[in-house]
Each structure stands twice: as structure tokens, then as C-alpha cells.
């Protein structure tokens, strides 16, 4: 066997093999840089190539962690301070009450003012902001708040208030959330700006958009048990170009956008004995 002739194939085929090598590696190293270039575009450049308006004052939210909190149990002694309705609690933790005498939401101008209604008929009322109105199935949607911040969309962190033709509240439901706790470990969470961005660059800000809120919340992370534990989390509220209005949600800790599914929750069991009655009316 002729070892030098077999010794120079090798040299030329590892030759070969490392020029390959090389420039595979290259290559994947061009591809990193310009993903890193593409990554730091800035969001006033993506904004003006898609025509989306974005002009709003940054949120600083340097308290902004996770919370948990455990479903509230209601009673019948607690709930009898509540007046004119008659309540009916299922499985401990939700509420659904009849008014006896229905209760105008409207004011002298024909607004919307549930502000006296939350704050005499609901249990812990002022615990719950508004969030939506929809006059067509003629009831609005209350979110718990935590922190000052609204919970959003947690079956269990909700009133649903109905009204008639009158305008005048004639039920409604409610679940709670009780003995919150903050996480004491601070963690780096997308920012306002980072939020907008990453929204626009996934392709969910559509052409001609305007940006018109961005406002800090919570959303869960474990809906269903008894023990919730909620992320921080972005609202961004968009107006397209037709004048219609779409709301966008992101975890401000994974980056990951919330698409809400708010269905019939199943009521966890939680020592569950009997529907209980309570009949209230004003003195």
C-alpha cells in the first residue's frame, strides 16, 4: 500500500471537510448578527413602516410582580348586610342576586353611573373596576383589581351586572379573590415600549392602527384551582383604520400574547354543603 499516497487523500479530504466547516459556521454566524440586527430595530421604525401611531407616555411600573390568591368563600352573615335583593350562593363562591327593587344606572346627562350601585349592592364593591358595557345584551363586566391594577378576565375576579329596558339593574353575579400575596422576587418584565413592539413585529398591530392605551394588569397563570396565581400583564388598545377597537393582552414576564377564551367556569370544590339564601331588604 502506498501510505503517502494514502496519507495525502486524508490531508485533502480533512481540508475539504474544514473549509466546509468553516464556512457553515460563517454562515450561521452572519444569520445571528443580522437576527440581532433585525432585533434592534427601533419600535419608532417599525411603527412608521406599518403607519401604526404610537405616541403615548411611558407606564413605570417598578413593583410589578406576580400575585397569588385564594378563591373567596362566602357567608350568609356577611352577605346580610347587603339590602334590597335576595342572594343565592352556589358552592360557597359564587353569587348570583335578584334585586328586589331595580336600581337606575343612569344618570341626569343619560350616562352610565354604576359607581352608587357598586358601592351599596356589591360586596366589597369598590374592589372592582369597570370594564366593559355592552348595551346590546344589556350588562357591563366588572374586573377585580389587585395592586390597584385590574385582574383581567379570571372567572373568579368578576361582577356581571344585567339591566332592563329601563335601565335599571334587575341582577347580577359575582365571584372574588382574597389574601393576596406579592412575589418577592423581582424579575426583569417587558417593558411598555417592549410590549408595543413586540406586538408590531408579530404582526398583530395591523397597518394604519393607533395606538390609543397601554395599561398595566394581571392575568392567571392557573385558572382553576383554589389557589390563583396571577402574571403582569399588558393591555395595548388599538383603533384600526375603520374606527373598530381591538384589545390585545401580553405577559409581561414570558412575552407571550393572551388570547382570553372566557367560557362557564366549572366551580372548583371547595367544601361544598348547599345553596344558601339570603333575603335582604333595606330598612
Known sequence: MDWNKTKTIFIIVFSILNIFLYSLYVQQLTDAQNVQV???????????????????????????????????????????????????IENNTHIESDMNTAIAIQNDKGDFDFNEFMMKYVWHGNEYTLWEVNQEEQQATFFQMVNGEPI?????????????????????EQRMLEKFSTESKKRDLMTQDEAVGSLATRGYLKQ????????????????????QVFAPTWNIRVELKDGSIEEHFINAIEGKVIDFQLEKVDEPQLDVDVDVDVDVDEE
Open 38 to 88: 433585525i432585533s434592534k430595530t427601533s419600535i419608532e421604525e417599525v411603527m412608521k413602516q406599518e403607519n401604526i401611531t404610537y405616541n403615548l407616555p411611558q407606564v413605570n411600573k417598578n413593583d410589578y410582580s406576580s400575585v397569588t390568591a385564594t378563591i373567596k368563600k362566602f357567608t350568609k352573615e356577611e352577605l346580610e348586610t347587603l339590602v334590597s335583593q335576595s342572594i343565592v
Open 152 to 172: 383581567f378576565y379570571s372567572p373568579n375576579a368578576m361582577v356581571v351586572v344585567h339591566w332592563n329596558d329601563d335601565y335599571e339593574v334587575t341582577h347580577y
Open 208 to 227: 394604519d392602527s393607533k395606538v390609543l392605551s397601554v395599561t398595566p394588569g394581571y392575568s392567571s397563570l392557573v385558572p382553576l384551582t383554589e389557589i
